[in-house]
């Protein structure tokens, strides 16, 4: 894989990943791990991401104030950081998910345009 | 930051455990420890990069990076200190050159005025349709004056009568207003041996309208501008320190100026040297006290005038107040004066005389001119000591010539006379037709003083300093190509590595910038000693210090970086995009030099390469062929035939009135001082005339020539003369006698109160000769009579005796234009020696000589008639040195340039120069090969740069002087020049290629 193609496969996620994290995180605190695994899960597996990209994502919904880390122990009694959505990150997944429907509603008129003309 | 700290402190923890527990998943799944591990590793991705992107969430990313390519650009450049050291020293080179100028720009152009706010000030200026009906009108140089002869449309100027000037201050218009005038020379005694200075006239409220500080005692207040008050004065800082050592003593010490006694008390603070740019003044007087150091015959009771305009007015605006609301205000006042205020008339002396004298005829006519005050130093425009006597017919005009001359001809603009209407009785000074109006100009702008002269010389000289840089851009991008093709290698390996091309480029950029910025650094310290030459060479040629104070400040400092940041993406943009663009297999297969890698990426090079340098060629011949023109016409000027010889000539001016003499005692002084002078050995002859020829100044007059229409008047170069004036200068007689004494006597009895019946005996050129006579014989033509009426008083006019060859009068550039020379009678005096050897050698047995007369008696403008004309060229010889060393530096930065290509293709092409050379090429053809490659791209430079200069020149014409803009034999001469210094740039490296042995080229890789 040359640098050109993983720069651009990672690029093309990056928004998209924010919002998936935000959604994991609507139903309760968690930690990295589990995020990811309910991602891939979720997903029916079609969503293979780069687990180590999840890190960055993630400090920069902290930065932005949408979720916050505080630390915890996991369910094998072990040390883990856990991350929670906060109320500005609640009305921003809003926010964000209405933009992400509109996308996909917009793309799929584009590509299927035979529902709306009805079939002859 | 904290929080940045701990996030980032933690993340290492929370990577291991993340891995950790995948490991787990990955085991329950039923994978072995270890490939579960793996699995986890390997799902996980790059964790250098994750924690290095994590990073970059929080860092300011840009600047991190900045300083990492920072770091590394200083590495690399240690890593060829040869390629660095030319490329800075050739930035420096350019970048310095344009701060030098810059800097200088900024001194007389740009620079604020030395006061408290200068935004808020507001210079006064009028403006009619037509000459407003003024009896006296004096401009002490502070704004452009347009002239106020008759028919000349849209006079304006800033001079206003003392009545205006202070019902404008009465009314409250402005927050502060002051008003100032030149005072001219004044003869200061009281402090060691006579000296003449500078001064000017200034009201109550001016130190408090700059709002400036005293560095030593007080400054003026309104109490000090009453007639009652005693005299005061404040002095300059520079001269403070100068004349009185800094001394605290000198407040309170009393000093005389033109006999009257001042107290001094107190010094202006150090940054102030004078409002108007240029002009500086040693000591500053009350308005009131004018009078008692002006001679009363110039005076003429100005305070109450209200048609002698010859104060400047400034204003502070009041805060809040809108300029349009002020000027309103003003404009109103003004209009109210002069279309119903009425005028007093000329002719019965309503003019209040001074008690207990009559009004000197002569000095009650209105055209008389008033005191063009010069100021002492050459300051001023001319060397008018004193009124220059009426001429008979009663009109007397003076200006100065404008000329290239660069000495500020400013201060004392003579005042010129509005010949008045015919009409009697009662008149206002304008009407509602001619729509006379005052506007507010920024003071800052208005001033003018003596900016205007420089200007022209400025621009062209930034002009070439911006070309010389972009020669030294171009130069420096060469060389960078030259070493970019070199590290192909290593942008490969880079590129490969995964860093971005963006990345790559700014890191590149970041190299070049650094370059430019280490060069600019050199270049202040560059600009700095050539700014310290150019201010020693022009202070050398003034009589005073040059007037703009010139340094390194905020500004041109801001001038300097923005330079260089914008000189060093300029010049590494080419390369930076070149290497960024690099493919990367075949780079990183072969070796630097080998053909595979150079052909490609090297034949694009070249043709760049060779376009950059025919670029500093063409750049180079143009600064180069303006600078041929320049020096052609500072050539021309020197060798012009000024119809005297003026060689081992010593001129000094003296004024006796100054100290109190008057009338006939004058003349007879004049006549004592010129005896004596002739006497002491090594002086060959001695003469005297109201100015010295070719010293800027000049004087014109009017008359009725005898044939045309009455009310025609004709116009002559004028110039009062003493005995032996002719002889001394060399100046041919073609016809008739020179004066004697009785004609002498007839001329003084005609500026007298009552003008003699006899007609003043006239000298006449070849010129006036040309223009009024024709074929007539001109001997005994008489002209110039008037009967008198209103405005002018009845005069006997000329007749001529006599017919000299024709001589420049005040400038070298303006053609001889007829002229008369009458005898000199009173009035301020110019001397003449001739001496037989070095004229400064008798200087101290002259001085001696005066102090024998009268030891109040100071000298002053002394110099010789050569360093006069120097002075007038002054101009033209320093722009001619700096264009011709901006020439020179071009043309070295561009055959250096081309050297440096041409070297380069040498070394490019040993492997090729060795095969040919083993196959059996002869050594002289590759001497010619690659010397005809160099020369070809000469010839191609000079070319375009010939076909450039043709159609730029021009914009230079009205700084040449007897030269065409498109004159062939400096193209030519230059082009030569320039092919002759190429050929030997070319040499080196052809003679290199010559050399090449063919078994160790083939060898080298």
């Given at each position: 894989?040359?640098?050109?193609?993983r720069?651009?496969?990672?690029?093309l996620?990056?928004g998209t990943?924010?919002?998936?994290i935000?959604?994991?995180?609507?139903?309760?605190?968690?930690h990295g791990?589990?995020?990811?695994?309910?991602?891939?899960?979720n997903?029916?597996?079609?969503l293979?991401v780069?687990?180590?990209s999840?890190?960055p994502a993630?400090?920069?919904?902290?930065?932005?104030?949408?979720?916050?880390?505080e630390?915890?122990?996991?369910?094998?009694?072990?040390?883990?950081?856990?991350?929670?959505l906060?109320?500005?990150?609640?009305?921003?997944?809003?926010?964000e998910?209405?933009?992400?429907?509109?996308?996909a509603g917009?793309?799929?008129?584009?590509?299927?345009?035979?529902?709306?003309?009805?079939?002859? | 930051?904290n929080?940045r700290?701990?996030?980032?402190?933690?993340?290492?923890?929370?990577?291991?455990?993340?891995?950790?527990?995948e490991t787990?998943?990955?085991?329950?799944?039923?994978?072995a420890?270890?490939e579960?591990?793996?699995?986890?590793?390997?799902?996980?991705?790059?964790?250098?990069r994750?924690?290095?992107?994590?990073?970059?969430v929080?860092?300011?990313?840009?600047?991190e990076?900045?300083?990492?390519?920072i770091?590394?650009?200083l590495?690399?450049l240690?890593?060829?200190?040869?390629?660095?050291?030319?490329?800075?020293?050739t930035?420096?080179?350019?970048?310095?050159?344009?701060?030098?100028?810059f800097?200088?720009?900024?001194a007389?152009?740009?620079r604020?005025?030395?006061?408290?706010?200068?935004?808020?000030?507001?210079?006064?200026?009028?403006s009619?349709?037509?000459?407003p009906?003024?009896?006296?009108y004096?401009?002490?140089?502070?704004c452009?004056?347009?002239g106020?002869?008759?028919?000349?449309?849209?006079p304006?100027?800033?001079?206003?009568?003392?009545p205006?000037?202070?019902?404008?201050e009465?009314?409250n218009?402005?927050?502060?207003?002051?008003?100032?005038a030149?005072?001219?020379?004044?003869?200061?005694t009281?402090n060691?041996?006579?000296?003449?200075?500078?001064?000017?006239?200034v009201?109550?409220?001016f130190?408090?309208?700059?709002?400036?500080?005293?560095?030593?005692?007080?400054?003026f207040?309104?109490?000090?501008?009453k007639?009652?008050?005693?005299?005061?004065a404040?002095l300059?800082?520079?001269?403070?320190?100068?004349?009185?050592?800094?001394?605290?003593?000198?407040?309170g010490?009393?000093?005389?100026?033109?006999?009257?006694?001042?107290?001094?008390?107190?010094?202006?603070?150090?940054?102030?040297t004078?409002?108007t740019?240029?002009l500086?003044?040693?000591?500053?007087?009350?308005?009131?006290?004018?009078?008692?150091?002006?001679d009363?015959?110039?005076?003429?009771?100005?305070?109450?005038?209200v048609?002698?305009w010859w104060?400047?007015?400034v204003?502070?605006?009041?805060?809040?107040?809108?300029v349009?609301?002020?000027?309103?205000?003003?404009?109103?006042l003004?209009?109210?004066?002069?279309?119903?205020?009425?005028?007093?008339s000329?002719?019965g002396?309503?003019?209040?005389p001074?008690p207990?004298?009559?009004?000197?005829?002569?000095?009650?006519?209105?055209?008389?001119?008033?005191?063009?005050?010069?100021p002492?130093?050459?300051?001023g425009?001319?060397?008018m000591?004193?009124?220059?006597?009426p001429?008979?017919?009663?009109t007397v005009?003076?200006?100065?010539?404008?000329?290239s001359g660069?000495?500020?001809?400013?201060?004392?603009?003579?005042p010129?006379m509005?010949?008045?209407?015919?009409?009697?009785?009662?008149?206002t000074?304008?009407?509602?037709?001619?729509?006379?109006?005052?506007t507010?100009?920024?003071?800052?702008?208005?001033?003018?003083?003596?900016?205007?002269?420089?200007?022209?010389?400025?621009?062209?000289?930034?002009?070439?300093?911006?070309i010389?840089?972009?020669?030294?851009?171009?130069n420096?991008?060469?060389?960078?190509?030259?070493?970019?093709?070199?590290r192909?290698?290593?942008m490969?390996?880079r590129?490969a590595?995964?860093?971005g091309?963006?990345r790559?480029?700014?890191?590149?950029?970041?190299?070049?910038?650094?370059?430019?910025v280490?060069?600019?650094?050199?270049?202040i310290?560059?600009?700095?000693?050539g700014?310290?030459a150019?201010?020693?060479?022009?202070?050398?040629?003034?009589?005073?210090?040059?007037?703009?104070?010139t340094?390194?400040?905020?500004?041109?400092?801001?001038?300097?970086?923005?330079?260089?940041?914008?000189?060093?993406?300029?010049?590494?943009i080419?390369?930076?995009?070149?290497?960024?663009?690099?493919?990367?297999?075949?780079?990183?297969?072969?070796?630097?030099?080998?053909?595979a890698?150079?052909g490609h990426?090297g034949r694009?090079w070249?043709?760049?390469?060779?376009g950059?340098?025919?670029?500093?060629?063409?750049?180079?011949?143009i600064?180069?062929?303006?600078a041929?023109l320049?020096?052609?016409?500072?050539?021309?000027?020197?060798?012009?035939d000024v119809?005297f010889?003026?060689?081992n000539?010593?001129?000094f001016a003296?004024?006796?009135?100054?100290?109190g003499?008057?009338?006939a005692q004058v003349?007879?002084?004049?006549?004592?001082?010129?005896g004596?002078?002739?006497?002491?050995?090594?002086?060959?002859?001695?003469?005297?005339s109201?100015?010295?020829?070719?010293n800027?100044?000049l004087?014109v007059?009017?008359?009725?020539?005898?044939g045309?229409?009455e009310?025609?008047?004709s116009?002559?170069?004028?110039l009062?003369?003493?005995?032996?004036?002719?002889e001394t200068l060399?100046?041919?007689?073609?016809?008739g006698?020179?004066?004697?004494a009785?004609?002498?006597k007839?001329?003084?009895?005609?500026?007298?109160?009552?003008?003699?019946?006899?007609?003043?005996?006239?000298?006449v050129?070849q010129?006036f000769?040309?223009k009024?006579?024709?074929?007539e014989?001109?001997?005994?033509?008489?002209?110039?009579?008037f009967?008198?009426?209103a405005?002018?008083?009845?005069?006997?006019?000329?007749?001529?005796?006599?017919?000299?060859?024709?001589?420049?009068?005040?400038?070298?550039?303006?053609?001889?234009?007829?002229?008369?020379?009458?005898?000199?009678?009173?009035?301020?005096?110019?001397?003449?020696?001739?001496?037989?050897?070095?004229?400064?050698?008798?200087?101290?047995?002259?001085?001696?000589?005066?102090?024998q007369?009268?030891?109040?008696?100071?000298?002053?403008?002394?110099?010789t008639?050569?360093?006069?004309?120097?002075r007038?060229?002054?101009?033209?010889r320093l722009?001619?040195?700096?264009?011709g060393?901006f020439g020179?530096?071009?043309?070295?930065?561009?055959?250096?340039?081309?050297?440096?290509?041409?070297s380069?293709?040498?070394?490019?092409?040993?492997r090729?120069?060795g095969?040919?050379?083993?196959l059996?090429?002869?050594?002289?053809?590759v001497?010619?090969?690659?010397?005809g490659q160099?020369i070809?791209?000469?010839?191609?430079?000079?070319?375009l740069?010939?076909?450039v200069?043709?159609?730029?020149?021009?914009?230079l014409?009205?700084?040449?002087y007897?030269?065409?803009?498109?004159?062939?034999?400096?193209?030519?001469?230059?082009?030569?020049?320039?092919t002759?210094v190429a050929?030997?740039?070319?040499?080196?490296?052809?003679?290199?290629?010559m050399r090449v042995?063919?078994?160790?080229?083939?060898?080298?890789?």
């Amino acid at each position: 894989m040359s640098t050109k193609e993983r720069k651009e496969r990672i690029e093309l996620l990056q928004g998209t990943l924010d919002l998936l994290i935000l959604r994991t995180l609507r139903l309760g605190p968690t930690h990295g791990h589990a995020i990811a695994k309910a991602i891939e899960f979720n997903s029916d597996d079609v969503l293979q991401v780069e687990q180590g990209s999840l890190y960055p994502a993630l400090h920069r919904l902290i930065k932005r104030g949408w979720i916050a880390a505080e630390e915890g122990v996991s369910e094998n009694n072990r040390r883990a950081k856990f991350y929670r959505l906060t109320a500005k990150g609640r009305r921003q997944l809003a926010v964000e998910t209405g933009k992400w429907d509109k996308l996909a509603g917009a793309i799929a008129r584009i590509l299927r345009p035979a529902e709306r003309e009805g079939e002859p | 930051m904290n929080r940045r700290k701990r996030m980032m402190d933690d993340l290492d923890q929370d990577i291991r455990e993340h891995i950790e527990r995948e490991t787990q998943d990955n085991i329950e799944r039923g994978m072995a420890p270890e490939e579960a591990r793996y699995a986890a590793v390997r799902k996980f991705g790059n964790v250098m990069r994750v924690k290095e992107e994590t990073r970059e969430v929080w860092s300011f990313v840009w600047l991190e990076q900045l300083l990492q390519d920072i770091q590394f650009g200083l590495r690399m450049l240690r890593k060829s200190p040869g390629f660095a050291a030319v490329a800075i020293l050739t930035l420096a080179l350019g970048i310095g050159a344009n701060t030098a100028i810059f800097s200088l720009i900024d001194a007389v152009m740009l620079r604020a005025l030395p006061v408290e706010n200068p935004s808020q000030l507001v210079l006064l200026k009028w403006s009619a349709r037509n000459a407003p009906n003024i009896h006296g009108y004096m401009n002490s140089g502070d704004c452009p004056f347009t002239g106020l002869k008759p028919g000349a449309a849209n006079p304006s100027g800033c001079s206003f009568s003392e009545p205006m000037f202070r019902e404008i201050e009465q009314a409250n218009v402005f927050s502060a207003t002051t008003a100032f005038a030149n005072s001219g020379r004044l003869s200061l005694t009281g402090n060691g041996p006579a000296t003449v200075i500078n001064g000017q006239l200034v009201s109550g409220e001016f130190f408090r309208t700059l709002g400036l500080k005293a560095a030593a005692g007080r400054l003026f207040e309104a109490a000090d501008d009453k007639p009652s008050a005693t005299p005061v004065a404040v002095l300059n800082y520079g001269y403070w320190q100068s004349a009185f050592g800094g001394s605290l003593d000198v407040v309170g010490h009393t000093i005389e100026l033109n006999s009257v006694p001042f107290t001094v008390v107190g010094v202006a603070e150090r940054r102030f040297t004078g409002l108007t740019p240029g002009l500086d003044h040693d000591v500053w007087l009350p308005l009131s006290d004018a009078q008692r150091i002006t001679d009363p015959m110039r005076w003429q009771n100005r305070s109450g005038d209200v048609s002698n305009w010859w104060l400047t007015v400034v204003g502070r605006l009041k805060p809040g107040t809108q300029v349009a609301q002020a000027q309103a205000a003003v404009s109103g006042l003004f209009r109210n004066e002069v279309l119903h205020g009425s005028v007093p008339s000329f002719r019965g002396g309503e003019i209040a005389p001074r008690p207990g004298r009559p009004v000197a005829r002569g000095a009650g006519s209105d055209q008389m001119f008033h005191g063009a005050m010069p100021p002492a130093g050459g300051n001023g425009p001319t060397e008018m000591h004193a009124p220059p006597q009426p001429a008979p017919d009663g009109t007397v005009q003076v200006r100065e010539g404008k000329t290239s001359g660069p000495i500020p001809p400013s201060a004392g603009h003579p005042p010129v006379m509005a010949p008045g209407t015919l009409d009697n009785g009662p008149r206002t000074l304008s009407t509602e037709a001619d729509n006379p109006l005052v506007t507010l100009l920024p003071a800052q702008t208005g001033l003018v003083g003596t900016r205007g002269e420089y200007a022209d010389p400025l621009y062209v000289l930034m002009l070439a300093v911006g070309i010389i840089l972009l020669i030294a851009c171009a130069n420096v991008a060469g060389l960078m190509l030259a070493r970019a093709a070199g590290r192909q290698k290593e942008m490969a390996v880079r590129l490969a590595l995964g860093a971005g091309r963006a990345r790559v480029v700014r890191q590149l950029l970041t190299e070049s910038v650094m370059l430019s910025v280490l060069g600019g650094i050199l270049g202040i310290l560059f600009a700095y000693w050539g700014t310290h030459a150019i201010v020693s060479f022009v202070s050398s040629n003034q009589p005073r210090a040059l007037g703009f104070a010139t340094g390194v400040d905020l500004r041109v400092l801001g001038f300097t970086v923005t330079i260089s940041l914008l000189t060093g993406i300029l010049f590494g943009i080419a390369p930076t995009l070149r290497s960024a663009r690099v493919d990367l297999t075949p780079a990183l297969k072969e070796g630097e030099h080998s053909s595979a890698s150079s052909g490609h990426a090297g034949r694009t090079w070249f043709s760049i390469g060779n376009g950059l340098v025919v670029a500093q060629v063409a750049l180079a011949i143009i600064v180069l062929v303006g600078a041929g023109l320049l020096v052609r016409t500072l050539q021309n000027l020197r060798s012009i035939d000024v119809g005297f010889d003026s060689h081992n000539i010593l001129i000094f001016a003296i004024d006796p009135t100054a100290i109190g003499y008057k009338g006939a005692q004058v003349d007879a002084f004049y006549r004592d001082l010129q005896g004596r002078l002739s006497e002491i050995p090594g002086v060959k002859s001695a003469g005297y005339s109201m100015m010295p020829l070719l010293n800027n100044g000049l004087m014109v007059t009017m008359f009725h020539w005898p044939g045309t229409p009455e009310d025609q008047q004709s116009t002559a170069d004028v110039l009062g003369v003493g005995p032996n004036f002719f002889e001394t200068l060399h100046i041919p007689f073609l016809a008739g006698r020179g004066f004697n004494a009785s004609d002498f006597k007839v001329a003084a009895a005609n500026s007298g109160v009552i003008p003699s019946s006899s007609r003043t005996p006239t000298l006449v050129n070849q010129a006036f000769v040309q223009k009024y006579l024709g074929k007539e014989n001109p001997l005994g033509k008489q002209f110039g009579e008037f009967v008198g009426d209103a405005n002018r008083p009845a005069s006997s006019g000329y007749e001529i005796i006599g017919v000299v060859r024709d001589a420049k009068y005040n400038s070298l550039r303006r053609d001889i234009q007829a002229m008369m020379y009458t005898p000199q009678s009173g009035g301020g005096a110019s001397f003449e020696l001739r001496t037989a050897a070095d004229p400064q050698a008798i200087l101290p047995a002259i001085r001696e000589v005066v102090a024998q007369v009268n030891t109040n008696l100071p000298l002053f403008d002394v110099k010789t008639e050569s360093e006069q004309i120097d002075r007038l060229l002054f101009q033209e010889r320093l722009v001619a040195r700096l264009a011709g060393f901006f020439g020179l530096l071009a043309l070295v930065l561009a055959c250096v340039g081309l050297y440096g290509l041409l070297s380069y293709e040498v070394s490019r092409r040993t492997r090729e120069i060795g095969i040919r050379l083993a196959l059996g090429a002869q050594r002289e053809r590759v001497l010619k090969l690659v010397l005809g490659q160099g020369i070809a791209l000469a010839i191609a430079g000079a070319a375009l740069g010939i076909g450039v200069a043709l159609g730029v020149m021009r914009y230079l014409a009205s700084m040449l002087y007897d030269v065409h803009a498109n004159d062939p034999m400096t193209m030519i001469g230059v082009a030569v020049l320039l092919t002759l210094v190429a050929v030997a740039a070319c040499y080196i490296p052809a003679r290199r290629a010559m050399r090449v042995d063919p078994i160790v080229a083939l060898r080298y890789e």
